[in-house]
């Protein structure tokens, strides 16, 4: 028979053994873990770099960017001192860029207040910008070993599943839930391995489809499994459909063979990246577009190319975009944030993903 949970809890299950469900977990771990490189050591800055760009992130996308940024900026110091342009030009293709800013932000503070040194106060380190609950709990935990819980939707996924907590996990309510009982059930003795073999589980075993529930080390704790219902958990309601906004993306190259582009806005989606120009197309067709490129930039278009179509996908929207040539006549570039540049200026300034694209057919398209 299971131990019984002595813990003063309504939603951990009586005969829940935490003490072997911890053991078990942390021995998986232990034995099983990926040879990451964030994992070399216990530094907390490597720890936080790595934490913000697995946000959203797949690790197999996110480690060569971590190794590239670690040896760009190595301490806190290099990077608060870095200009934000060269930042993002290391986070270029991770998307999700004010992640770099607000780090970015955080470190400076960092190093004007606390001399460099990564706050292991919960407090402290909770009001440094872009560090919410799950970055702070990772931090402590992994690099202080502190028995902080550390709570995204992989951790959430593998507690519901294990605890057969049946709340929607799209709600704020329910992810106050689940820092509850990650707090309860997490090891005192090792929060590090603890937190890092639920992160773990989540990530290689306890899938969001089809979980592996034969290779799993703590099969025999999870309460889904026992119900047959591990396919069934988590309960997720549907977010909000993704928005289309379609665009003409504009190739206008002049007489010396550089390429217009522009810096996006310092505030806002993609904020402070360059592009090239964008027309949104809703209720426009692309014989308008030579009087909005005119009004906008000052520039005459003469003749345009279709040259092709790109989609990008953001999580709350979708850009349908239409590449197009166009080929100028004359007037005098008016707009402000938009300049000239040589296609080896490209390689330098910080484009998101969705232009980097669009850059194949500036270098496909121009002699």
Not at 94 to 100: E, I, K, T, V
Not at 172 to 180: D, R, V
Not at 206 to 213: A, E, G, H, L, V
Request: hydrophobic letters at 35%.
């Amino acid at each position: 028979m299971k131990k019984v949970n002595h813990l003063n809890s309504e939603r951990i299950p009586e005969q829940f053994n935490i003490q072997k469900f911890q053991l078990d977990l942390m021995t998986w771990f232990q034995r099983e873990k990926r040879d990451l490189p964030w994992r070399k050591d216990r530094d907390p800055y490597k720890i936080w770099v790595s934490e913000i760009m697995l946000q959203q992130t797949r690790v197999d996308t996110v480690i060569p960017y971590f190794n590239r940024f670690i040896s760009r900026f190595p301490t806190p110091e290099a990077l608060a001192g870095a200009d934000e342009q060269e930042v993002l030009k290391e986070w270029e293709g991770l998307g999700y860029y004010s992640r770099a800013r607000n780090l970015q932000s955080a470190v400076k503070e960092v190093v004007e207040k606390y001399d460099g040194n990564i706050p292991d106060n919960p407090a402290e380190l909770g009001r440094l910008k872009g560090i919410g609950p799950y970055t702070k709990g990772a931090i402590l935990s992994i690099a202080f070993n502190q028995p902080e819980p550390a709570v995204d939707g992989n951790v959430m996924r593998v507690l519901s599943r294990i605890l057969y907590v049946e709340e929607d996990i799209a709600k704020a309510s329910t992810k106050k839930l689940f820092e509850k009982l990650a707090r309860e059930v997490i090891s005192h003795d090792d929060p590090s391995s603890f937190n890092q073999g639920l992160m773990e589980l989540g990530a290689l075993i306890c899938t969001p489809k089809n979980p592996q529930c034969m290779l799993c080390p703590v099969q025999e704790h999870c309460e889904a499994f026992h119900a047959g219902l591990e396919q069934t958990l988590p309960v997720k309601s549907k977010g909000k459909k993704q928005k289309i906004q379609p665009y003409y993306v504009i190739i206008a190259v002049n007489d010396h063979q550089e390429v217009l582009i522009e810096q996006r806005p310092k505030r806002g989606l993609l904020a402070g990246l360059y592009q090239f120009p964008m027309a949104p197309a809703e209720k426009r067709d692309i014989a308008q577009l030579k009087n909005w490129f005119l009004n906008e930039y000052g520039l005459r278009i003469n003749h345009l190319e279709l040259l092709g179509h790109e989609k990008h996908v953001f999580s709350h929207l979708v850009w349908e975009m239409d590449i197009v040539k166009a080929s100028l006549e004359g007037g005098t570039l008016s707009l402000k944030r938009a300049s000239w540049a040589k296609e080896e200026e490209l390689q330098i300034l910080p484009f998101p993903v969705s232009h980097q694209k669009i850059m194949q057919y500036f270098q496909e398209s121009t002699p």
